[in-house]
């Protein structure tokens, strides 16, 4: 598989300008939390990629569950703000380059499945990675409860009851 370079400067410009498909309920009162959801689930992206610890935490609730691809393999969650930056740093530590690039949003209810675009370059050149991945944020009240990654796109949309 190659690697796609980090998307910066001009070409993650480009990545970060398209537009992106998401898909609301009808209604207006929902549509309009949705709405709230994946703002709040584009700023969680935006804060992984800039490794912004206190923005990331800001947008975690106290109690927040992360379990990222690596971490499920290993039996690791991820727990409350202490684990978001502890994620962060292990991320920084195992990878040169490691970003998401969301592509899609898909809500239902308080869930929003992303599906998007992982590049990623391990350390030492060991891995590259240029994939299509599925995440599945959980919110409560305006912040984030837990995170899952998805290896296999169609999976984050099963687990929001979209597929399947």
């Known amino acids: 598989m190659r690697f796609a370079e980090p998307l910066t400067g001009a070409q993650g410009n480009r990545m970060r300008d398209m537009p992106l498909r998401v898909s609301l309920p009808s209604r207006d009162t929902s549509r309009a939390m949705s709405q709230e959801n994946v703002e709040i689930v584009r700023r969680a992206f935006d804060a992984f990629n800039a490794r912004a610890a206190d923005e990331l935490v800001s947008l975690s609730a106290e109690d927040c569950e992360w379990r990222p691809f690596r971490a499920q393999l290993e039996g690791i969650v991820y727990r409350g703000h202490k684990g978001v930056r502890?994620?962060?740093?292990?991320?920084?530590?195992?990878?040169?380059?490691?970003?998401?690039?969301?592509?899609?949003?898909?809500?239902?209810?308080?869930?929003?499945?992303?599906?998007?675009?992982?590049?990623?370059?391990?350390?030492?050149?060991?891995?590259?990675?240029d994939s299509i991945a599925g995440f599945v944020h959980e919110l409560d009240q305006g912040q984030i409860r837990r995170v899952t990654s998805h290896s296999d796109a169609e999976a984050a949309l099963e687990a929001v009851g979209l597929r399947g």
Do not use: K, Y
Request: proline letters at 2%.
């Open 86 to 129: 502890q994620f962060l740093s292990d991320i920084d530590e195992d990878w040169d380059a490691f970003r998401i690039d969301p592509l899609e949003f898909h809500v239902r209810g308080e869930r929003v499945a992303v599906i998007g675009r992982v590049s990623a370059l391990g350390r030492g050149g060991s891995l590259e990675i």
